[in-house]
T-cell receptor
Framework: ETGVTQTPRHLVMGMTNKKSLKCEQH?????MYWYKQSAKKPLELMFV???????ENNSVPSRFSPECPNSSHLFLHLHTLQPEDSALYLC????????????FGSGTRLTVV | GESVGLHLPTLSVQEGDNSIINCAYS??????FIWYKQESGKGPQFIID?????DKRQGQRVTVLLNKTVKHLSLQIAATQPGDSAVYFC??????????FGTGTRLTIIP
């Protein structure tokens, strides 16, 4: 257990469904991140939050909607996804935006059917 | 911008031998480098890092070498064990910018 917990571990959803991914960290970190990991591709940064404010949105389609209600929790709301959105979604946190390495969760394996 | 790449997508090593995983980066201004290990079903886990003012750093059974002249980074794992089987990523950044990740090398330890 790294201190960053993601749920669910696996999710299968239809293209018309709405679901949410949850991330929780108890490390006292101030920055949280969503990454997409697809086969044979580098990790793709999706969103960055610092002190509950979104500081970066890397041209992510609007069918992905992040939410950060407090510095310990991060959500990724999903709706009308496409099959190409199937991937491992990783949450990470760091002490602050001055990077000295991230702590990653175990990810949510998402399959869109 | 920065790009980071690994030289080999897969590497097989006999148990007990040493393994070397390589990584190249494009931006000579990169000043911080990290190696991550990702086991099956888990997220990336920090292994070791190095700053650009160093050329070598050692941890437990792991050594990271940085060659800034050719913009090359390597991870050496001594006396590999079955538990070392995983995908290894390098990542780098410049100043306070976000980390840029490589594609990963899958290391398989042969018993």
């Amino acid at each position: 257990e790294t201190g960053v917990t993601q749920t669910p571990r696996h999710l299968v959803m239809g293209m018309t469904n709405k679901k949410s991914l949850k991330c929780e960290q108890h490390l006292g970190h101030n920055a949280m991140y969503w990454y997409k990991q697809s086969a044979k591709k580098p990790l793709e940064l999706m969103f960055v939050y610092s002190l509950e404010e979104r500081v970066e949105n890397n041209s992510v389609p609007s069918r992905f909607s992040p939410e950060c209600p407090n510095s310990s929790h991060l959500f990724l709301h999903l709706h009308t996804l496409q099959p190409e959105d199937s991937a491992l979604y990783l949450c990470a946190s760091s002490q602050d935006l001055v990077v000295n390495g991230y702590t990653f969760g175990s990810g949510t394996r998402l399959t869109v059917v | 911008g920065e790009s980071v790449g690994l030289h080999l997508p897969t590497l097989s090593v006999q148990e007990g031998d040493n393994s070397i995983i390589n990584c190249a980066y494009s931006n000579s201004a990169s000043d911080y480098f990290i190696w991550y290990k990702q086991e099956s079903g888990k997220g990336p886990q920090f292994i070791i890092d190095i700053r650009s003012n160093m050329d070598k750093r050692q941890g437990q059974r792991v050594t990271v070498l940085l060659n800034k002249t050719v913009k090359h980074l390597s991870l050496q794992i001594a006396a590999t064990q079955p538990g070392d089987s995983a995908v290894y990523f390098c990542a780098s950044n410049i100043g306070n910018e976000k980390l840029t990740f490589g594609t990963g090398t899958r290391l398989t330890i042969i018993p």
